[in-house]
C-alpha cells in the first residue's frame, strides 16, 4: 500500500515537473518569435490590419443601409398589394358618370 502511495507522489511530482518545463519552453519559444519582427515592422503592419479593419466596418455599414432600404421597400410594396387587393375591383364600381352636373 505504501508502495502505490510513493508512486503516486512520484508520478504526479514527474508530471509536474514536465509541466513546467514544457511552459518554460514554449514561453521561450513565443518570446522569440516576437522577437523576430523589429518593432517598426510591427507598428507597420498593426497600422495596416487597422486600416483594412476600418474599410470592412464601413463596408458593412454600408451594406447594412440598403438592407435596411431593401426591407422598407418590400414592406411598403407588400402594403400596397395588401390595400391593393382590400379595395373593389373596377368591375365592382357602379356603372355610370362620377362627375357632378
Known amino acids: 500500500m ?6 503516486l507522489i512520484f508520478t504526479f511530482a514527474g508530471m509536474m515537473t ?3 518545463c514544457a511552459t518554460g519552453i514554449i ?4 518570446k522569440r518569435r516576437s522577437q523576430s519582427l523589429p518593432s ?6 498593426l497600422d ?3 486600416e483594412r479593419l476600418s474599410r470592412l466596418e464601413n ?11 431593401i426591407s ?16 373593389p375591383s373596377l368591375s ?5 358618370s362620377t362627375t357632378p352636373h
Open 2 to 7: 505504501r508502495k502505490e502511495i510513493l508512486e
Open 59 to 69: 463596408a458593412i455599414d454600408s451594406t447594412a443601409v440598403e438592407v435596411e432600404r
Open 48 to 50: 495596416q490590419i487597422a
Open 18 to 20: 514536465a509541466l513546467g
Open 27 to 30: 514561453l521561450t519559444f513565443i
Open 92 to 96: 365592382e364600381k357602379p356603372r355610370g
Open 40 to 45: 517598426g515592422q510591427m507598428m507597420t503592419r
Open 72 to 87: 422598407e421597400a418590400q414592406r411598403f410594396t407588400a402594403r400596397v398589394l395588401a390595400e391593393r387587393s382590400i379595395a
